[in-house]
């Protein structure tokens, strides 16, 4: 039986998108994942970017709010941000829920390299994350 999963941050813009894209990719053959945010704003196009480098085209996602998945249930609901964590501590339509937190890449300052490495080191910390967390699963 697939096994679901939520994640939700902010802005459903970098991190979320991000994570969404991994698990779709790496263990969609028995995952399906979604992501959501507090506040739905518009999928980054750094994230996107790097998520290309490495495979993975997250241009077509939307950043959705999280009143999107009212009613339905996930078997985890992971936060990877500190608000989404304490905006939803009760989200009852996951069976377990989770905080795995992330710094925020759409935060970085400087040259559009500095920001693209700083998106890199985030998408790769989900990427190591995630592979501990569902290569059981």
Same mark, same amino acid.
């Given at each position: 039986m697939r096994k679901t999963v939520l994640f939700l941050?902010?802005?459903n813009s970098s991190r979320s998108p991000m994570a969404e894209g991994l698990v779709n990719h790496?263990?969609? $053959?028995r995952? $399906?994942?979604?992501s959501a945010g507090t506040e739905a704003t518009h999928v980054n196009p750094h994230a996107v970017e790097v998520m290309k480098e490495i495979g993975i085209d997250i241009s077509k996602q939307q *950043?959705?709010?999280? *009143?999107v998945f009212d009613g339905q249930t996930f $078997?985890?609901?992971i936060t990877l941000c500190g608000d989404a964590?304490?905006?939803c501590p009760l989200y009852i339509g996951g069976t377990k829920k989770m905080h795995v937190g992330f710094d925020d890449p759409a935060k970085a300052t400087g040259s559009k390299e500095d920001i693209l490495r700083e998106f890199r080191r985030?998408? $790769?910390?989900?990427k190591e994350r995630?592979?501990?967390?569902?290569q059981d699963k």
């Open positions: 941050c902010t802005a790496f263990w969609g $053959d995952i $399906d994942a979604f *950043s959705k709010n999280l *009143s $078997d985890y609901v964590n304490e905006t985030v998408r $790769d910390e989900i995630l592979t501990v967390f569902f």
